[in-house]
């Protein structure tokens, strides 16, 4: 095995680069792409793909996600979590639970969101945290963002403090800054608000409960003798291959086609293919994805397997044309020699 995505749980503290860095050295391959940015603070889902299912990370980013976050009222920061420095309190004995609620209703549907200036979101080519750290401003714009859900799950307001807490869980598109959620629902109250913990639930398919740890994986590697020091390779080592999920397995929202080995030598070829042509065709779930992939007709592209009979090998990934009305590569993964 080659190439395949691997489930990671990233803990707090960590870059979601620094869970590259590592997982490299203990799979012993250096092609490896996560999806799904996650800052230092958040923890949770963090699907990394290996080898040449690097090529699907765009379909990945697409994805709706999951998250569980805690934010405290009171404070502001320049980051818009705890991590940051805090540049104003306030008084939140006024604040009742009633008030709260009020102030999510808002988030649902399309809404507008500025991003924070603590981000890499690119203005005039420079990352915006790189203007926040040498104090210039710049104009930011707003940007659509899709949110599918999003609950309440416990509001904390302790008798004895001005400490009040709120843990909300939230369904929503790429793009979307929950500590920004936390800091626009605070200005709705009129107190402030930071993050003060985040965990990535679900990224489309991929779940929290199936992930897998880097000291979960680092312990399978010490028990099989694997070292941490030796050369990369290209071979996934078979101890870690029932953490790998197939290229195709993300791509739920996706339509499919199955096409004889003959046909499918053709679109590997990169042949356009009749509908006609395809032994069996389901049309991409257009609910689930309409928020992303910009409309388009997405595809599963399976040839059946020779060896396995009844069996399907992934071949790429093709879209709708509606200049040829036929089924276009949009990526190959396959090779005609396979």
Avoid at 204 to 228: H, I, K, M, N, Q
Avoid at 253 to 259: D, I, K, Q, R, S
Avoid at 270 to 285: F, K, M, N, Q
Wanted: charged share 30%.
């Amino acid at each position: 095995m080659k190439d395949g995505i691997i489930n990671i749980y990233k803990p707090s503290g960590m870059t979601s680069h620094d869970v590259i860095y590592k997982l490299r050295k203990i799979l012993g391959i250096k092609k490896l792409g996560h999806t799904g940015t996650l800052d230092p603070l958040a923890t949770g889902v963090l699907p990394v793909c290996i080898g040449k299912a690097t090529r699907v990370c765009e379909y990945l980013d697409g994805d709706i996600k999951k998250y569980r976050c805690t934010m405290v009222l009171g404070i502001e920061t320049d980051t818009q979590d705890v991590t940051g420095e805090i540049i104003k309190t306030y008084d939140t004995s006024s604040i009742r639970p009633d008030d709260v609620y009020k102030a999510f209703e808002g988030f649902s549907g399309w809404i507008d969101q500025k991003p924070p200036m603590y981000s890499a979101v690119r203005v005039k080519g420079r990352r915006l945290y790189e203007y926040a750290r040498a104090g210039e401003e710049v104009d930011v714009r707003t940007r659509k963002i899709f949110i599918r859900s999003l609950e309440i799950e416990a509001i904390d307001f302790a008798h004895d403090s001005n400490s009040k807490k709120v843990t909300f869980t939230v369904e929503c598109s790429k793009g979307t800054y929950i500590r920004t959620i936390c800091q626009d629902a605070g200005e709705a109250l009129g107190c402030g608000a930071s993050l003060e913990s985040l965990e990535r639930l679900a990224s489309g398919r991929f779940t929290a409960e199936e992930a897998v740890t880097l000291d979960e994986l680092r312990s399978v590697a010490e028990a099989a003798g694997l070292s941490p020091d030796r050369k990369f390779g290209e071979e996934i080592p078979s101890v870690f291959e029932k953490y790998i999920k197939g290229i195709d397995y993300p791509l739920v929202n996706f339509g499919e086609a199955v096409m004889t080995p003959e046909t499918g030598r053709r679109f590997i070829d990169g042949w356009h293919i009749a509908y006609r042509e395809c032994l069996s065709v389901t049309e991409p779930d257009y609910a689930a994805g309409e928020w992303n992939e910009g409309g388009r007709r997405l595809y599963r592209m399976y040839a059946q397997a020779q060896a396995a009979p009844g069996g399907k090998a992934f071949l790429g990934v093709a879209y709708h044309s509606d200049k040829y009305k036929k089924l276009v590569a949009d990526k190959v993964f396959a090779r005609s020699d396979d």
